[in-house]
C-alpha cells in the first residue's frame, strides 16, 4: 500500500515536500517513482529511486528543482519540490514496480492515492 500526502496551494518560487508511505511489504527490490497528472493531460513520469542503492532518475523539466530521496527507517520516498512553477499544478502520485527503472507509469503495478500540488502564478 502506498500513502501519498503533502500536496498543497503555493505560490511560483516556493517549495513543496511530498511523501509516499510504503506499507504491506518489503521494498527494498523495489523502483519508487512520482508521477503527475494535470487536467487534460496524460500521467508524466518526474521521478523514480531504487530502493536499494539510491540510484536516482529525473524528468528533464524537473531536474535541479526536484530531489527524491528515500527513508528506509520510515519505509517512506519523499519529492523535495523547490522552485516550483505553475506548469508543476497537477496531481502527484507515487507508483512502486519490482525490478529495473522505467519512466513509463504503465510498467508500475502498484499505486497510491494522488495529493494535489497547485502552484499559483
Known amino acids: 500500500q502506498l500513502q501519498a500526502s503533502g500536496g498543497g496551494l503555493v505560490q511560483a518560487g516556493d517549495s513543496l515536500r511530498l511523501s509516499c508511505a510504503a506499507s504491506?511489504?518489503?521494498?527494498?527490490?523495489?523502483?519508487m517513482g512520482w508521477f503527475r497528472q494535470a487536467p487534460g493531460k496524460e500521467r508524466e513520469f518526474v521521478a523514480a529511486?531504487?530502493?536499494?542503492?539510491?540510484?536516482?532518475y529525473y524528468a528533464d523539466s524537473v531536474k535541479g528543482r526536484f530531489t527524491i530521496t528515500r527513508d528506509n527507517a520510515k519505509n517512506t520516498v519523499y519529492l523535495q519540490m523547490n522552485s516550483l512553477k505553475p506548469e508543476d499544478t497537477a496531481v502527484y502520485y507515487c507508483?512502486?514496480?519490482?525490478?529495473?527503472?522505467?519512466?513509463?507509469?504503465?510498467?508500475?503495478?502498484?499505486w497510491g492515492q494522488g495529493t494535489q500540488v497547485t502552484v499559483s502564478s
Open positions: 507508483a512502486a514496480r519490482l525490478g529495473r527503472y522505467y519512466s513509463s507509469s504503465y510498467r508500475y503495478p502498484y
Open positions: 504491506g511489504r518489503t521494498f527494498s527490490s523495489y523502483v
Open positions: 529511486i531504487l530502493w536499494s542503492g539510491g540510484s536516482t
